[in-house]
């Protein structure tokens, strides 16, 4: 299975408008590949706080309509990474879209952890309830979201779920990198999965962002590493490897927490 990771520089002075139709050009660019991924809130900028009322948008909106046609024409699966949703009954969510390669929505995401603390995106988005996982031809994949990374809980239950690769669009900060790289690493080998985080690249309102998008095999070898600056990362991989792997050493089978409610 081939995979790019599209790390774009989400940068001031482009429009969202444009910003969508230069993400759909270099989808474009993919055809040929199987999965293309772009990162968390690449249309705003993930710490551009001030902007996600201003630029949230439905489910199927502008965006949702550029990325599938996108998806339609590359042929490829498409994780179009995240926006600012604006649910018909008022909240916003970080949620992500998952297209097939004819143009149809497969998943929809709404981020679970938010970051922030008592700001920012955790006081202005509300959280979203659903593991999401999707099938393609030859793997599953688990859908998680940035801040998400931090929470092994949520990975451990895709995996229930039949997760064999984890996708994590990011918009990670470059100041916290070494915990991107260590996290992706870890929940590799703690699930025996492939690993495919993106990240953006740029300053988002001012926060210089990671980059280094990163693949990660079941084993926690890393496959391919992106830099800082807008770069896409594409890489072959075997998603038969995780099965193989876990029946080399099926550390899963071994799990003695989480699997029934403990005894009073």
Not at 17 to 37: H, I, T
Not at 61 to 79: C, F, I, P, Q, R
Not at 129 to 136: A, C, G, K, P, S
Request: net charge negative; with cysteine.
């Amino acid at each position: 299975m081939r995979a790019s990771l599209i790390q774009i520089a989400v940068e001031e002075g482009e429009s969202v408008a444009d910003r969508r139709q230069r993400a759909a050009s270099l989808v474009r660019e993919q055809a040929g590949a199987d999965l293309v991924v772009l990162p968390e809130l690449w249309t705003t900028g993930a710490f551009a706080y001030a902007e996600f009322g201003l630029e949230a948008e439905p489910l199927e909106g502008s965006t949702y309509e550029v990325m599938a046609k996108a998806a339609s024409d590359a042929g490829v699966w498409l994780h179009a990474g995240s926006i600012p949703e604006r649910d018909p009954d008022g909240p916003l969510y970080n949620t992500s879209l998952v297209f097939s390669p004819s143009g149809e929505l497969a998943a929809a995401y709404r981020k679970i952890h938010r970051f922030g603390f008592d700001k920012g995106e955790a006081v202005l988005m509300s959280a979203g309830r659903d593991l999401v996982t999707v099938r393609l031809p030859g793997t599953t994949l688990g859908v998680a979201t940035c801040y998400d990374l931090r929470f092994p809980e949520l990975f451990r239950s895709l995996v229930d779920a039949g997760a064999e690769t984890l996708v994590i669009p990011a918009g990670w900060p470059e100041r916290r990198r070494a915990h991107w790289t260590l996290l992706a690493q870890a929940r590799a080998v703690e699930n025996q999965a492939f690993v495919l985080a993106c990240g953006t690249a740029g300053t988002h309102a001012g926060v210089p962002q990671a980059g280094h998008s990163i693949v990660v095999d079941p084993w926690g070898e890393v496959l391919a590493e992106a830099g800082a600056g807008e770069e896409i990362l594409t890489v072959d991989f075997d998603p038969a490897k995780v099965t193989a792997t876990r029946e080399q050493f099926p550390a899963l089978k071994d799990r003695m927490l989480g699997l029934e409610p403990p005894r009073r």
